[in-house]
Structure formats: C-alpha cells, structure tokens
C-alpha cells in the first residue's frame, strides 16, 4: 500500500459515496481552474485546506505528498520570470512576478484538491464503481486487476530492493545502476510467473472471465450531495462578488 | 538508502501536475491522446475477447509499468523517481498497447502517488503513453536494423540504450512544449518559453535519461539470461528461426498459448 492509500482507507470521510466527495474537490478544481486566482486560488485553498481538516488527514503527509507536485509547480513557474528573445538575451520580465505568482498559486490550490480527494478516497472504492460506467468490460477488467496485482508488486519491489541495500547494492552509484538493473528484472520475471500463477489457479476454479467482488452499497443522500457541493459555489460566488465589487 | 528512500513518493518526475495547464490546453492534449488511447483499447478488447487468458498478462504488465515508474534511480542529483517503464515498456510490450498501459499507470500514479493531475492527465498521457513509447520503438527498430550485423549482444544493448534514452528525451521535449504553449514567453512568444523550459528540465534529465538507460539496458541483460523465452515471444530477441517482426500484441496471446498447450500435454 501507498501512503495515500493507506490514509485514504483510515479516513474520516471513507464512508461517504465517492460521488459525493468528486462532487466536492471536482467543484474546488473547477473553481481553482476556472476562476481568476485572486482571490479564487486563495478562497479554494481555505476551503481545501478547512475539507482536509474535517476529514482528519494527517497534515505531516499532506505536506510530504505535496512536495513533488509543489516542486513541479514552483520549477514551472519561475521561467515566467525571465523573458527571452527580447534586445538583451535574458532580461527581467515585466509583470512576470504577478504571473508566476497566479500560475503558482492556480496550480497549487488545484494540487490541494486533487490531494484532498485522494487521501479520502480509496482507489478500490472507484473502481467497483467504474465496472457500472460505459467504458469497455475488457478494459475496466484490466484496470482492476493491474490495481489487484500492483499492491503485491509493489510490496515484493520493497522487500528485493531492501535486501539489495542491505547488501550495499546502493552503495555507489555504479552498484546503484546494476542493483536498480536486476530489481527492474526481477520484478518482470516475477509479475509474469504471477499472472501465470493466478490463471492456473482460476481456471482450476472454473475462471469465466470476470472477477466479481462485493461491494458495500453506500447510498448517494441528496443531503450530503448538496453538502458537498455548497463550498465551491460559495467559492465562485464570493470570487465573482469581489470582481463585481471592484 | 533505505528501503523507502528507495521507493516512495519521491523528487522530481515529468508529471504535470494538476492545474498547472488552462482547462482548454488540458481539453486539447485530451483529445491528442484519445485516438491513441482508443486504438490501444479497441486492440486489448478484440485480444481479450479472443483470448480471456490475455487479461491476467496485460493486468500483470500494467502492474509492473506501475512499479518500474514507481522505482526510484540513483541520478546526479541523489535519487529520482522516473518513468523507467516508457522505454522498456514499449520495448516489451509494443506502442499501441503501452497507451492503454502508460494511461492506466498515469491514473494509479495520479491516484496512488500523486504524481501527475486528473485534469492533465491527457496530457501526460500524450507526453509519457504515446510520443515517449513511439520514440523509443522507434528508436530501438532503427538501432536493431543498424546494428543488424553486429553480435546479438551488442545490438540489443545499443538498441535498448537508444530506445530508454530518446524516451526519456522525448517525454522531456513533449512536456516542454505543453508548458510553452500554455505559459508563452512575452517577448519570444512559444518558441523562447520553449527554451527556458527545455533549458531548466534538460539540467536534470539529460543525466537521467543516460542512467535510465543503463538501467534500461541491465534490465534487458538480466532478462536475456533468466528469461529468454519470453523475450523472444514478445519479439526482443532474434529467435534462431526468425519470426516475422509483425507479431505484435500476439506475444500475450502466443505466451498463454503455449501455456495450454503445456497444460494439455501434462
């Protein structure tokens, strides 16, 4: 398991129908997305940021989970800084502070949504709902079953890869090339004899192609869909009070 | 390095993540990648329905992209967790079906990892499921074919080289263009944001995209020596009675094939 997994399976708010919570970060995304950043981008941080709270998520891997993104964005945004192709080559770019600083600020609301969702929502909760949508049966199979076989994947990676360090496969960085090399190896041999394995063992129980699983019922309350949606429109309608107002 | 440093949500990755494209470019780059994606599934659904066995494979394919692109690679910079899997992927597994592998690896990793957005996740697949994989196809037939005289050894490796390195480059160079034409520069329009933005990744990724290759290339070593017979179902190696180069997607098929055949004779 991930961490934002594993978070999203302790939340607060795991009860409650994924709808329900796409009805919620879907709307601060499209606030975040749609609206100008100031205050948009600020107001959909508060509101992220207050969500979060209520549902408990950890704020210590919060932030650890928004670092990457947050580093993506900052290294995206500070070009906008400089221009190019002007009389000097590299020049200071007029306004480019007040630009960078939306797009930042955009992309990091944004991020938070995503995030919120993320750690709320178990991946297994989405998928037994992606069985009842439109796209191909063969399809929606193959993303379950990528999903069921990733986890122990994923568990056997850490376990080869901690048995390589602890025989300072990642001492050097020459070592680091060979040992990332052979885990890369092993876990293709691996995943293959597994899928092999698992078929045999299906077809032994009269495997028909499909791999049904239960899914606990949660009924979508048109009270919490309402809940849910009542943030981001009160976002957008103070965001277009303040633009109307100024 | 501990076991989590070693793998774990981790440093910088070509992932745009969310809101970081206007909703029209991350419509658009949504729609650049559809046919790709629609042809890759069309493809999985007549192989599957033909062959259920299939399914289990492509699942346990899908699985190891995940997890490959989940690793992270000793770089310049310490560690970084990269798409390994794009070039290796498309090696294996061909371009058509690395779009619907590469996009359900981008979904998990935006739900599971954080890496990458939902809004953007046309986008990254158009960067790291199409144009990277069709690279590195690309560029692992035309060292293949040069190479073509050299000694069976050499040849892969230069190839599966050629192939995780113009990946890596690729991805970085499509992502590039997607950020330039969402943020252009004021006074160099596309082309200068272009620049700025290839300048600071290719700091970064130039290094990268050699290691990934080694790795790439080690990977494959290591495959030829425990795992021939797979390799030359899926058309990697040259098997001593060559097999036409068109088998494609067949490989999945000809490997559960044979496994009921085994299954029978037993």
Redesign the interface.
């Known amino acids: 398991m991930t961490p934002i997994d594993t978070a999203a399976y302790r939340s607060r708010w795991r009860r409650y129908h994924p709808a329900v919570k796409g009805v919620l970060c879907g709307g601060l995304l499209a606030c975040a997305l749609l609206l100008p950043p100031w205050p948009g981008a600020a107001l959909v941080a508060v509101a992220t940021l207050a969500a979060a709270t209520a549902a408990r998520v950890p704020p210590g891997l919060l932030v650890r989970v928004a670092a990457a993104p947050l580093l993506f964005v900052v290294t995206s945004a500070a070009p906008l800084l400089v221009t190019v192709g002007g009389p000097e080559t590299l020049a200071w770019a007029e306004g480019g502070a007040a630009r960078a600083a939306e797009v930042a600020a955009r992309a990091s609301a944004a991020v938070g949504t995503q995030l919120l969702f993320v750690l709320t929502t178990p991946v297994a909760d989405l998928l037994a709902r992606l069985a009842r949508t439109r796209l191909p049966t063969a399809l929606v199979e193959v993303v379950a079953l990528t999903y069921q076989m990733l986890m122990v994947l994923l568990r056997t990676a850490q376990r080869v890869a901690s048995g390589q360090a602890g025989r300072l496969g990642y001492h050097s960085r020459r070592a680091g090339v060979r040992s990332a090399g052979a885990l890369g190896g092993v876990l293709f041999v691996r995943s293959l004899d597994r899928a092999r394995r698992l078929q045999e063992g299906l077809a032994c129980r009269g495997y028909t192609g499909r791999l049904t699983v239960l899914v606990a019922e949660q009924p979508v309350r048109p009270v919490e869909l309402a809940a849910a949606a009542a943030p981001p429109l009160l976002v957008a309608a103070l965001s277009l009070a303040h633009a109307a107002l100024l | ?3 989590h440093e ?8 070509m ?6 494209l ?2 029209l470019h991350a419509a658009a780059w949504t729609a650049a990648a559809a046919p790709f994606v629609v042809h890759g ?1 069309r493809s ?2 007549r192989e ?2 033909a062959n ?2 299939t ?10 992209c ?3 692109s ?2 992270k ?2 770089s310049a910079t310490g560690t970084s967790s990269h798409p ?1 899997g794009v070039g ?1 992927g498309a090696v ?1 597994f061909r371009p058509p079906v690395m779009a ?2 590469g996009t ?1 690896t981008l ?2 990793q ?6 990458g ?3 953007t996740l046309g986008a990254n697949a158009f960067s790291l499921a199409v144009v990277g994989p069709w690279v590195a196809y690309g560029a692992f037939r035309l060292v293949r074919s040069l190479t073509a005289r050299s000694s069976e050894g050499l040849s892969l490796s230069a190839s599966v080289f050629a192939a995780a390195f113009s990946a890596s480059l690729g991805t970085y160079t499509v992502t590039s263009l997607q ?1 330039a034409l969402a ?1 252009p ?5 596309i ?3 272009f ?3 290839a300048t ?1 990744f290719s700091l970064t990724q130039i290094p990268i995209a050699v ?1 990934e290759g ?6 494959v ?3 030829t020596s ?2 021939r017979g ?1 390799l030359v179902r899926l058309g990697v190696l040259r098997p001593s009675a060559a097999p036409p180069s068109g088998t494609r997607t067949a490989t999945t098929t000809a ?2 094939a044979e ?1 009921r055949e085994k ?1 029978s004779t037993e």
């Not at chain 2, 992932?15 to 970081?20: A, K, Q, R, T």
């Open positions: 390095m501990t076991v070693v793998l774990e949500i981790g440093p910088p990755h992932h745009i993540p969310e809101g970081l206007p909703p599934v999985l659904t599957v329905r259920p066995d399914k289990l494979l492509l699942g346990a394919a899908g699985a190891f995940f997890v490959l989940a690793l690679i000793p390994v290796l294996l619907v592998l359900i979904l998990f935006a739900l599971l990892l954080a890496h957005g939902l809004s950020l943020h520069d004021p006074e160099g329009g082309v200068g944001a620049v700025k933005y600071i290691i080694l790795i790439t290339v080690a990977v070593r290591i495959l425990v795992s797979d490997t559960t496994d299954g």
